[in-house]
């Protein structure tokens, strides 16, 4: 899908998310990446092939 050079990565690479945003609809919290890769503003994550990707666990750790 990516058409611009260097290419993107992959929609199965692990730095996926480094693709570039090519839709965007932050009313409804998701996002388009060129390597067909749906971005939710959660931080979850849709691949070309109808598998999801859990959002990211963040931890926060607060000093005492």
Known sequence: MCR???A?????????????LVAYHPEQGWGL????VVVFDDTG??????RSVPPHQVCCAHAA
Do not use: K, Y
Request: net charge negative; glycine share 8%.
């Open 33 to 36: 990446l060129c390597n067909g």
């Open 4 to 6: 611009h050079s260097p």
């Open 8 to 20: 993107c990565p992959s929609a199965d690479a692990p730095d996926r998310e480094a693709a570039r």
């Open 45 to 50: 994550e849709l691949l070309p092939d109808g």
